[in-house]
């Protein structure tokens, strides 16, 4: 996309101050969809894309304060997740970015629409805010996850059902991410309760957390698929692989007034999904009974 290009196509968006909106995984099954506002099909959703910082555990859990888990996905839509296989879902600033806004008419390849070409993204050295993806170029980006939870309501599901099953390195970047699934077992028949998690990088904004609550299912199960044994809270442990937390982890909770699950350090910078806490990329083949 040219300069002039990608700057017009932003315009509308500079408006409505949807820059400076963050990040969420956009697909099937996902919570608050159409936004939060009830009755309205809201194309420019931003609203499951705020970072949790300093709240009460009501506020931050499945993102209580945005009233997110209000808006169910319809009666039997799910995010499907093909056990040994992979999905795809898209991360983006904001459902107009996305294949389920607009037609899929506003697309790029990033997580949002970019006001440089393509090849100069990344280029500059900065953190990049626009869109406001946290980090500097793919190489500096955190990671992101998906967890499961063998639950159907996000509100009953407690940090230890709650399990990471796959994690993805070097995201959020571009919008359309593939997350590798293990031999998960089936899920209840209302389905289970999933989250995509991610932790910004460091020396790119206040830090702080994302949890986003979905309805998943999985499919194609192999008939020897094992539970997934109760998730421990994952620990910083670079450079030192034996004090990580082996097994199943929790995804991480930090920086809120309460139920925090890692205590943060400044000094070892964010708690990462990646290495920094003992997270393998890919889908986590240790997690069960
Ligand atoms: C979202 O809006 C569309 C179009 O109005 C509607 O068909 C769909 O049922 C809505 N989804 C939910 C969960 O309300």
Not at 3 to 12: E, F, G, N, Q, V
Not at 47 to 66: C, H, R, Y
Not at 237 to 243: A, D
Not at 249 to 277: H, I, T, W
């Amino acid at each position: 996309m040219s300069k002039i290009y990608s700057l017009i196509a932003l315009l509308p968006f500079i408006q409505f101050g949807l820059v400076n909106a963050h990040v969420a995984a956009w697909a099937k099954g996902m919570y608050c969809l159409n936004g939060t506002r009830p009755g309205i099909d809201d194309q420019d959703n931003s609203a499951p894309v705020q970072p949790l910082f300093e709240l009460s555990k009501n506020d931050w859990w499945m993102q209580g304060i945005t009233k997110c888990m209000d808006f169910p996905p319809p009666q039997g839509t799910f995010l499907t997740l093909p056990a040994n296989r992979d999905f795809k879902v898209e991360l983006a600033t904001n459902r107009g970015f996305t294949t389920l806004g607009w037609g899929g008419t506003r697309l790029t390849k990033f997580a949002g629409p970019i006001n440089v070409p393509e090849d100069q993204f990344g280029k500059s050295g900065k953190c990049i805010t626009d869109p406001n993806i946290h980090t500097i170029n793919e190489e500096t980006a955190a990671g992101t996850v998906f967890a499961i939870a063998y639950k159907s309501d996000p509100r009953a599901v407690q940090p230890e059902d709650l399990t990471v099953f796959t994690v993805k390195y070097h995201t959020v970047w571009y919008r359309e991410v593939t997350y590798d699934v293990p031999d998960l077992p089936e899920c209840p028949p209302d389905g289970c309760v999933c989250a995509w998690g991610w932790v910004p990088t460091d020396t790119c904004g206040e830090p702080n957390m994302y949890m986003q609550p979905f309805k998943c299912t999985v499919t194609g199960s192999s008939p020897n698929a094992r539970p997934v044994a109760p998730a421990k809270p994952p620990v910083y442990c670079e450079g030192n692989p034996s004090g990580c937390t082996a097994g199943a982890k929790q995804m991480v909770f930090y920086n809120q007034l309460e139920g925090n699950n890692v205590q943060y350090d400044s000094a070892k910078g964010n708690p990462y999904y990646n290495e920094r806490m003992g997270f393998k990329e890919g889908r986590q083949a240790d997690i069960f009974t």
